[in-house]
């Protein structure tokens, strides 16, 4: 998958965010990896064609990109997850592989439990359960 660095360049400026290749790397690196990483992640897959790079500036970096509205972070148990899909969805997560994947969709009950006097800037839910890979799995085993 060719991207071009310019999409990130501008990405960064039209958010009047300093453009250091770090914050490119990054941005770059979870667009081509849609597969909800954690910050060590990153940084352990980064760090080959960076060697400069430190886990302190993953960190800052992921950071200001989230305080800007670039990515999302996902609280999932003990670890947070990082997101380049910032359009509203859902997660599931597969207690038996790890995976977490994208469930599009809107849920509107939550309209009804907060009603119209309030705000809601974000709202996060996950599903919890084993995918369909781990069940087929689990049948040719079984």
Same mark, same amino acid.
């Given at each position: 998958? @060719? +991207?071009? @660095?310019?999409?990130?360049?501008?990405? &960064?400026?039209?958010?009047? &965010?300093? @453009?250091?290749?770090?914050? +490119?790397?990054?941005?770059?690196?979870?667009? !081509?990896?849609? *597969?909800?990483?954690?910050?060590? *992640? +990153?940084?352990?897959?980064?760090?080959?064609?960076?060697?400069?790079?430190?886990?302190?500036? !993953?960190?800052?970096?992921?950071?200001?990109?989230?305080?800007?509205?670039?990515?999302?972070?996902?609280? &999932?148990?003990?670890? @947070?997850?990082?997101?380049?899909? *910032?359009?509203?969805?859902?997660?599931?997560?597969?207690?038996?592989?790890?995976? +977490?994947? =994208? !469930?599009?969709?809107? =849920?509107?009950?939550?309209? =009804?439990?907060?009603?119209?006097?309030?705000?809601?800037?974000?709202?996060?839910?996950?599903?919890?359960?084993?995918?369909?890979?781990? &069940?087929?799995?689990?049948?040719?085993? =079984?």
């Amino acid at each position: 998958m @060719v +991207i071009k @660095v310019e999409k990130f360049v501008s990405i &960064l400026k039209e958010h009047d &965010l300093k @453009v250091t290749p770090q914050r +490119i790397a990054i941005l770059r690196y979870l667009e !081509i990896h849609r *597969t909800h990483p954690s910050a060590d *992640t +990153i940084y352990e897959d980064l760090k080959a064609d960076n060697p400069s790079l430190s886990k302190t500036t !993953i960190y800052n970096s992921l950071d200001m990109l989230k305080q800007h509205g670039l990515v999302k972070a996902l609280r &999932l148990g003990s670890t @947070v997850r990082y997101d380049y899909s *910032t359009n509203r969805h859902h997660h599931f997560w597969c207690r038996r592989c790890g995976k +977490i994947m =994208d !469930i599009t969709g809107d =849920d509107p009950c939550w309209k =009804d439990m907060v009603g119209d006097d309030h705000r809601v800037e974000e709202v996060h839910v996950y599903l919890k359960g084993v995918c369909s890979t781990c &069940l087929k799995k689990k049948k040719e085993e =079984d």
